[in-house]
């Protein structure tokens, strides 16, 4: 079986802090346990449009010009040298990171944290943040980072994989509660994927604080109970639905105050995952005594390593819908449509979902 595959082909270019052009770049080469992929889907994360501002210019990118774009799912039109377990026509969905496979972190599964991170010659990549990404209608990546989507499950649907991931991940460092209540603070598409996978792992009930267009979103998409920040306090209220404290808190939002509440809504021994990525100037004060006396856990998560399996099959098999929260899609050639449209929620947009080679 073969494809036909361009020498040159489209793609979103960063090409200095702030700006991108769609360009024709020449089309990659797989290598060695490398596969080429044509993209057919790609979603714009929370973390792209910081990367294509440049605020992290020198570390993500490293250099311009670049392709970003890490959440995405498609098609192995050609493969590399050594390349077992997939062929030519596989649909797959892509992870952003591959670590270097060899030191004690990666080692143990955990290679989302790889002790070498940064270092290509070693073997590690971050796709889209320190590899050239998914903007693009192919690009080529290791078979460390794809697995094979499901049927029934469409490309859209696929690009989604990163999104829960990073929620499953951070639900199963802490675990779920069997007919417990479970807090997620901050309703964008992250904590949309934890309070429906939380509802699919046992919580009898799931509270989403937040605000605005988002937080109403929520309420149509599963939401037990709701608390908006700016009618009410939010430890107040959780309390009060709660009577004794959340089984469990998601911080999705990495705002600044929200890791105090957070632990604050716990009730004794609750646990506490964090999922939002704060700024690097965010310092938060805690309740030291309140959280050693009443055992409260606290765990940060680093994207989605060893879930992303799961979470096709629980795409295909229904135990997670994510169709719903695809609220936007466009062409590449429109990425700067699509990133307005993303960055500043317009038409109550959750997830918007690029298509480099047309719809399906």
């Not at 490398?34 to 979603?43: H, M, S, T």
């Not at 779920?176 to 997620?184: D, F, K, L, S």
């Not at 430890?235 to 089984?247: H, M, N, P, W």
């Not at 940060?300 to 929260?325: C, E, H, M, Q, Y």
């Amino acid at each position: 079986m073969s494809m036909q595959i361009p020498k040159t082909a489209k793609a979103c270019v960063l090409t200095a802090p702030g700006k991108f052009e769609i360009k024709e770049v020449e089309v990659p080469s797989p290598g060695y346990q490398e596969v080429l992929c044509k993209i057919r889907a790609v979603a714009i994360c929370g973390s792209d449009p910081e990367i294509i501002r440049g605020g992290l210019a020198g570390e993500w990118p490293p250099a311009y010009p670049f392709i970003a774009g890490h959440e995405w799912s498609g098609e192995i039109v050609a493969v590399g040298e050594g390349v077992s377990g997939l062929a030519i026509g596989d649909r797959v969905a892509g992870e952003a990171h591959k670590g270097c496979g060899f030191c004690e972190n990666c080692l143990e599964g955990r290679y989302t944290i790889c002790l070498n991170y940064g270092r290509e010659d070693l073997g590690h990549a971050h796709y889209g943040f320190r590899v050239n990404g998914a903007y693009a209608q192919y690009a080529k990546y290791s078979i460390k980072s794809v697995k094979k989507i499901p049927a029934g499950v469409s490309f859209a649907e696929a690009s989604m994989v990163d999104t829960a991931g990073v929620a499953l991940h951070g639900l199963e460092l802490i675990g779920i509660r069997p007919g417990g209540t479970a807090v997620v603070i901050g309703p964008g598409p992250i904590g949309l994927c934890a309070m429906r996978l939380a509802k699919a792992m046992g919580s009898a009930r799931v509270i989403v604080v937040g605000r605005g267009s988002r937080l109403q979103s929520a309420k149509e998409l599963g939401a037990d109970k709701i608390v908006d920040i700016n009618a009410v306090d939010p430890v107040e209220q959780v309390r009060l639905l709660t009577e004794i404290g959340a089984d469990e808190v998601f911080e999705c939002s990495g705002a600044k105050g929200t890791l105090n509440q957070a632990i604050r809504m716990c009730r004794k021994g609750g646990k506490i995952t964090l999922l939002g990525v704060a700024n690097a100037d965010v310092q938060e004060e805690i309740p030291f005594k309140y959280t050693t006396h009443n055992e409260i856990m606290i765990t940060g998560s680093r994207a989605n390593p060893n879930v992303s399996k799961k979470v096709l099959t629980l795409f295909a098999s229904g135990g997670i819908v994510v169709k719903d929260l695809i609220t936007h899609r466009f062409a590449l050639e429109d990425f700067d449509k699509a990133l307005d449209t993303f960055v500043h929620r317009k038409e109550n947009a959750v997830k918007v979902v690029l298509f480099p080679n047309g719809e399906e």
